[in-house]
């Protein structure tokens, strides 16, 4: 396993809205992502506000399937989207415009999910306790914190489904191009 090049770690608060608190390595916050609901409970946004830069909104796409949401800067500037492309796979589809990345699984047993580019291999990952609604958010590539906040929403909304040890077929694809031959 890599090295981290930066590490963050989440406080949750809060139960139906939740507020997830980001800090740093050296424990300082860095913003704060507020998780909203509709009145059936479903999640339906959630609003990144860093303590420096720009207000993101992340915001449900219409559609049927689960982890279609589009990500938006204040200023109406596109971030990226993710889709889940069949109802029963585990493996989440994200677009950022330059590199397309893909959730998956952590490897073996435990709640997680690794962001994978298409051929630079783990960019990051995000390591549930068991029980524990914090988590640890490492990053091994370079990756904008808006799209790892990005990231760390979308696996969170299926953190479940993370438990069991990825599939074959998950591996084999977050294989770098040059490892796989």
């Not at 998780?35 to 479903?42: A, I, Q, T, Y």
């Not at 990231?151 to 084999?172: C, M």
Request: with cysteine.
């Amino acid at each position: 396993m890599p090295t981290p090049k930066k590490t963050y770690t989440t406080n949750v608060s809060g139960f139906l809205s939740p507020r997830h608190q980001v800090c740093d390595e050296e424990g300082k916050e860095v913003g704060t992502l507020q998780v909203s609901r509709n009145r059936l409970g479903l999640i339906v946004k959630a609003t990144w506000r860093p303590l420096k830069g720009e207000v993101v909104e992340i915001r449900r796409d219409p559609g049927l399937l689960r982890a279609q949401f589009a990500c938006w800067t204040e200023a109406r500037e596109w971030l990226g989207s993710t889709i889940r492309p069949g109802f029963m796979r585990r493996t989440i589809e994200m677009w950022t415009g330059g590199k397309p990345l893909r959730l998956v699984p952590t490897l073996g047993f435990g709640r997680g999910w690794r962001v994978v580019g298409t051929k630079s291999g783990l960019v990051a990952e995000a390591k549930h306790g068991l029980l524990s609604r914090s988590a640890t958010l490492c990053t091994y590539r370079k990756i904008d914190l808006e799209l790892l906040i990005f990231a760390y929403f979308i696996g969170g909304i299926a953190l479940w489904e993370s438990a069991l040890p990825t599939s074959l077929e998950s591996v084999d694809r977050a294989a770098p191009a040059t490892a796989r031959g």
